[in-house]
């Protein structure tokens, strides 16, 4: 096993937290539950299915998670899902906003419905999450943490995915403004911006097999590979424990060098061959000359 496989914090190096993880039944949040746990928290999962929850906690830890069903859009049944948390573990002092919205389409395409249901899953959810932790901890004197899932393109914007873009920054300028507001009170809150990792969930919505098929997304990424679970989950980890205890309204990118091979104007020329680069160097050694 390489060492990006393995889990890098010592163990338990959660062991004083509880940390909530929304959309934590599947994908990329059930694979940070696992770590957590393996760290020593204590995780309560929600999500709309609770099948999805039930299967995880089996799965996991039978007594170390607490499954509840909770829609992060209605601001009444995420103040109804924290107090259980509190009820259930006595606290709850971190909070994940992993839960999302997404699939990809010509924003043309997309109703007023189809748009507003990926703003209000994302920055309505995140938002009414860390409103009623936030308003909790200060309230109780809890120095809580708060690590916000979004994505490299919250800060590029990207078109086919406007909805997700317009509500992952939004979550982004939370992360920051947050950050310096509720500093006092001992918070902190960081973000991830994760490239292309790999779950059922995404891939069905934003690769689907006809398009994969297509464009080559490993590519797309200098080096060559998707994130793997484990590599994404130790970042999370490290922003969760207190060994991050000075890193506050920062945004960690783990995406491969994904987006700057995007952004650099000539990074496309990594196709030219190396017959090509000698007949270009020619061609611009002799122009040089001439002007
Ligand atoms: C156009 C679409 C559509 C599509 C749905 N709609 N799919 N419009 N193209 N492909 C429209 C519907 O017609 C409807 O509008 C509206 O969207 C809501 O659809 P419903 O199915 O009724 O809603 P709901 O059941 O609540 O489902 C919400 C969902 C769904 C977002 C559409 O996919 C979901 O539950 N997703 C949760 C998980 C998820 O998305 N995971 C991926 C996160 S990945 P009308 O007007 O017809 O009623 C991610 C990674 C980013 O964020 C970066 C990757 C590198
Ligand atoms: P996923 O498995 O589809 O996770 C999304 C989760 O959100 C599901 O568990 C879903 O559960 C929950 N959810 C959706 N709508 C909800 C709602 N209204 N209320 C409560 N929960 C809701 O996808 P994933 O790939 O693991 O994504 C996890 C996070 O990583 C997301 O924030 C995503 O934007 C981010 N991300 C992923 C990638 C990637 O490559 N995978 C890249 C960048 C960013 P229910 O359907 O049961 O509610």
């Known amino acids: 096993m390489n060492l990006h496989q393995e889990s890098m914090l010592k163990e338990g190096s959660l062991s004083n937290k ?7 039944g599947t994908g990329l949040g059930k ?43 209605e601001s009444g049944q995420v103040e109804k899902a924290l107090n259980q948390i509190i009820e259930h573990f006595g606290t709850c002092n971190g909070l994940v906003n992993n839960a999302a919205g997404n699939f990809i389409s ?4 997309l109703s007023h419905r189809a748009f507003d249901i990926i703003l209000d899953i994302v920055l309505k959810g995140s938002k009414n999450c860390t409103l009623s932790c936030g308003k909790y901890w200060i309230k109780n004197d809890i120095p809580g943490y ?28 939370m992360t920051r403004s947050l950050a310096v507001e509720w500093a006092k009170y001992g ?10 990792f790999p779950t059922k969930g995404a891939w069905d919505r934003l690769f689907p097999k006809e398009m994969s098929e297509k464009v080559n997304l490993e590519n797309r990424i200098p080096l060559k590979r998707m994130g793997e679970h484990m590599e994404l989950t ?20 783990i995406d491969g060098g994904e987006w700057l091979q995007g952004a650099g104007q000539f990074n496309q020329m990594e196709a030219i061959s190396k017959e090509e680069w000698d007949m270009l160097e020619k061609v611009i050694r002799s122009n040089q000359k001439k002007s």
């Open 18 to 24: 509880v940390i909530w993880v929304t959309g934590g």
């Open 106 to 109: 010509p924003t043309e395409r």
């Open 31 to 73: 694979s940070m539950v696992k770590t957590f746990i393996s760290l020593g928290a204590k995780v309560a999962i929600s999500g709309r299915r609770f099948e999805k929850l039930e299967e995880a906690q089996k799965e996991i830890s039978e007594d170390k998670i607490f499954p509840v069903v909770c829609d992060v859009r």
């Open 187 to 196: 918070q902190r809150h960081n973000a991830i911006a994760p490239g292309p």
């Open 146 to 173: 708060v690590l916000n899932i979004v994505t490299t393109y919250a800060s590029t914007g990207s078109g086919y995915v406007v909805p997700s873009a317009m509500a992952k920054a939004g979550v982004l300028v």
């Open 234 to 253: 130790n970042l999370a980890s490290y922003l969760m424990s207190d060994y991050s205890s000075y890193i506050n309204g920062e945004v960690v990118t």
